[in-house]
């Protein structure tokens, strides 16, 4: 389940008795649209997003979904609670960054966690929670500069944390993701622009892109694209993907064509190691594409001579 292969994907997973299943179908330069079913639901409404999953967060990936609330916040699907912090429990004095938190297994290892609530327990949970039950209120504890709350999914059999926006309806988007800047480094660490020249010397070039999105206007927090794709004289070469991280000994990876340690990929923060290109003399056609959940998409292109 929550497997990428880059082009396509086929996501299926139980939550309770209900089944999920997503299957992107023939994903391409084109961007075809996918064909989704989501059984359960975001845990607020009219929500406004200040982070979102996969963004460059310091050179470190988030996680999960942060939004700007004021109200209560609800169990997303049914499921049994396996885990609650507020600030009156005594089990633990030491501060966490998550806050005052819950946590619900929605069954066959999907868990969600919905932390920097209000630190103050409004009642007694049961033990098994049904859809749309109120968990708490949505706050500023933890490591929180705002009040809203955290949202997130963790999957315990492939260990990997998955983008919530996969498996629930997607927020709507309306505007295609910004690709702000473009850079090559090459293999004496030299920066490269290819907006600015016309020119490069043939070898090997890191690609790394700096892309943001917003869902509805331009003054909305910055947040990251579902996609970077890249690709030279239409050959793909490089394809990040948002959609899970999970951790191999000790490392937290992403997929990249492949699975690549996140430390790599996101490393020219704010922005994002898309792939590596060997070029050789010629004509070459850089192109990048940047997409959202939705599928809208920008492009830029670069040609280039080779020398």
Not at 149 to 178: G, Q
Request: hydrophobic content about 40%; some cysteine; proline content about 6%.
């Amino acid at each position: 389940m929550y497997k990428s292969t880059g082009s396509k994907a086929l996501y299926a997973n139980r939550v309770g008795n209900k089944l999920l299943l997503i299957l992107m179908l023939g994903f391409s330069i084109s961007f075809a649209a996918p064909t989704l079913v989501y059984p359960i639901d975001w845990p607020a409404q009219a929500l406004t997003v200040t982070t979102n999953f996969g963004w460059n967060d310091q050179g470190k990936p988030t996680l999960g979904t942060s939004f700007e609330s004021e109200g209560p916040v609800h169990a997303a699907d049914r499921g049994e609670l396996i885990f609650s912090h507020y600030g009156s429990d005594t089990a633990s004095r030491l501060p966490s960054p998550l806050g005052a938190w819950v946590a619900l297994d929605h069954g066959e290892g999907l868990i969600s966690i919905y932390s920097r609530l209000e630190d103050t327990k409004l009642q007694e949970l049961p033990q098994v929670l049904e859809k749309g039950t109120v968990l708490g209120v949505a706050g500023r504890s933890g490591w929180s500069t705002r009040r809203g709350f955290h949202f997130s999914l963790f999957d315990r059999k492939e260990r990997c944390w998955v983008n919530p926006s996969m498996i629930i309806t997607p927020l709507p988007d309306t505007r295609a993701p910004t690709i702000q800047s473009v850079v090559l480094r090459n293999a004496e660490g030299r920066i490269i622009e290819p907006n600015q020249i016309s020119s490069i010397s043939q070898g090997k070039y890191t690609v790394c892109v700096s892309a943001t999105d917003t869902r509805i206007g331009p003054n909305e927090n910055a947040l990251a694209p579902h996609r970077i794709l890249c690709t030279v004289n239409g050959s793909e070469i490089g394809a990040l993907t948002f959609e899970t991280y999970s951790a191999r000994d000790g490392i937290l990876i992403v997929y990249r064509n492949g699975l690549v340690p996140v430390k790599q990929v996101y490393a020219p923060a704010p922005g994002f190691e898309v792939g590596e290109v060997w070029v050789t003399r010629g004509q070459v056609s850089l192109e990048i594409i940047a997409q959202d959940i939705i599928g809208n998409a920008q492009s830029a292109v670069y040609r280039l001579t080779v020398e």
